[in-house]
């Protein structure tokens, strides 16, 4: 009789384990499909749509696809002679600056996608060049094809939209809040110029 008073001896709280920390993985593994099920015939297809997390450091000056978060994946997997044909899209968040006038923009980038995965070279042949991916055994790891495809898409100058009007260029208000009236004229402001005669006075005084 180990039970004390009768009891078992609690070995943890129902629910404390399995839900684990959220912390999600780093995203590679989430561009990865198993072929297996596709097999090599010729002509046989497989579609599949998944929500993949973001891999880290994609993006580009101005814009990122923030790190871990959810890409929509709509592929359709195709055995060809070769390899396996990967058609479909993907859509992933964008945020960054506004390249016009800085402030915070939230967008999204969809790609196209289509790539060939070539089943991996026999022995003998010798015909890989850097420009072509290959299945990894029943293994296909579209993160490249992604980012490469992403990387093409970003935006050069996001806008936070279409005709985001930037900066003042004499005194760096933004021009979407101080309106289209804001501007400095040719003349300056007579109050302005009262200072630099004060100015000017007060050195040649001096
Ligand atoms: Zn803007
Ligand atoms: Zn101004």
């Known amino acids: ?36 099920s596709l097999g090599r015939s010729p002509g046989s297809f497989r579609d599949e749509t998944r929500t993949a997390h973001a891999p880290e450091g994609l993006g580009s000056g101005l814009v990122v696809v923030p790190a871990g978060a959810d890409v929509a994946l709509d592929l359709r997997f195709e055995a060809v002679s070769e390899g396996v044909l990967v058609t479909g899209s993907a859509v992933a968040p964008l945020t960054g600056e506004c390249a016009r006038c800085l402030e915070p923009l939230a967008s ?13 070279p026999g022995p003998g042949e010798d015909e890989a060049d850097d420009e072509e991916r ?67 006075s007060d050195r040649v005084e001096d």
């Open 108 to 120: 999204t980038v969809e790609v196209g996608i289509q790539e060939l995965y070539r089943y991996l």
């Open 1 to 36: 009789m180990s039970n004390v008073n009768g009891k078992p001896v609690a070995r943890g709280v129902p629910g404390a384990h399995g839900q684990g920390p959220s912390g999600r993985g780093r995203g590679s593994g989430d561009f990865v499909f198993d072929m297996r």
């Open 134 to 200: 290959f299945l990894d055994g029943d293994r296909l790891d579209l993160e490249p094809a992604f980012r490469d495809a992403v990387v093409l898409a970003l935006p050069l100058s996001p806008l936070c939209r279409e005709d985001c009007p930037g900066l003042c260029p004499e005194c760096g208000a933004r021009l979407a809040e101080a309106g289209p009236r804001h501007g400095h004229g040719e003349e300056t402001d007579p109050r302005w110029g009262s200072l630099h005669q004060l100015d000017v």
